[in-house]
């Protein structure tokens, strides 16, 4: 198992559009492995295969308060979605900066797990945020990128500030 390196924003690699797994292989396995490390040593939630540079639609998620309901998506689907939600919202990739994104308050998703079966789930609260914030990794999309042009612009500011004072 080993610890990857997360995309940090704005790095361009981040808008990388991921495409289906072909096959869950024992590579793909492998790579979920470690995603689950890196999300867990993080710690976080939820990290989409687009923040480790790898550009295939495979995500890992714990949104339990014992850190032991681990829920791998591959090749997630949106297959219903149900109301409106803002959540407050946070990304490995964009560390500190916090905020609000409108977004479905429940969503039924259909993807398959790390063994290649297919499998449908019912998702409302944290778990439907997440799991919508983690498909826009997939689609090249981060959190940010929902606020207006004026807030992004003071968010890549302290980032960068923040970069400053830490190098
Ligand atoms: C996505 O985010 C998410 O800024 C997962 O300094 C978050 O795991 C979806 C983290 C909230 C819905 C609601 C962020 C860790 C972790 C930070 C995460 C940080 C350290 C974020
Ligand atoms: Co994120």
Redesign the pocket.
Same mark, same amino acid.
């Given at each position: 198992m080993a610890i990857l390196k997360i995309l940090q924003y704005p790095d361009e690699r981040l808008h990388t559009v991921a495409i289906p797994v072909a096959q869950v292989t024992d590579q793909i396995r492998s790579l979920i492995k470690d995603m689950t490390e890196t999300?867990y040593a993080?710690?976080?939630?939820? +990290?989409a295969a687009t923040q480790v540079d790898v550009h295939e639609r495979i995500i890992v998620i714990d949104t339990s308060e014992t850190r032991d309901e681990l829920l791998v998506l591959i090749n997630p689907e949106i297959i219903a979605s149900n109301g409106l939600s803002d959540?407050?919202?946070?990304?490995?990739s964009?560390?500190?900066?916090?905020g609000k994104v409108r977004r479905a308050e429940s969503v039924t998703v259909k993807a398959l797990n790390a063994q290649g079966e297919s499998f449908v789930l019912d998702a409302d609260g +944290?778990l439907a945020?997440?799991i919508q914030?983690?498909m826009d990794h997939l689609a090249g999309k981060v959190?940010v990128e929902y606020w207006s042009k004026l807030k992004q612009s003071r968010t890549l500011a302290r980032l960068k500030k923040k970069q400053r004072s830490t190098m």
């Amino acid at each position: 198992m080993a610890i990857l390196k997360i995309l940090q924003y704005p790095d361009e690699r981040l808008h990388t559009v991921a495409i289906p797994v072909a096959q869950v292989t024992d590579q793909i396995r492998s790579l979920i492995k470690d995603m689950t490390e890196t999300m867990y040593a993080a710690p976080g939630i939820g +990290l989409a295969a687009t923040q480790v540079d790898v550009h295939e639609r495979i995500i890992v998620i714990d949104t339990s308060e014992t850190r032991d309901e681990l829920l791998v998506l591959i090749n997630p689907e949106i297959i219903a979605s149900n109301g409106l939600s803002d959540y407050e919202e946070g990304c490995l990739s964009v560390p500190g900066i916090y905020g609000k994104v409108r977004r479905a308050e429940s969503v039924t998703v259909k993807a398959l797990n790390a063994q290649g079966e297919s499998f449908v789930l019912d998702a409302d609260g +944290l778990l439907a945020v997440c799991i919508q914030h983690e498909m826009d990794h997939l689609a090249g999309k981060v959190f940010v990128e929902y606020w207006s042009k004026l807030k992004q612009s003071r968010t890549l500011a302290r980032l960068k500030k923040k970069q400053r004072s830490t190098m």
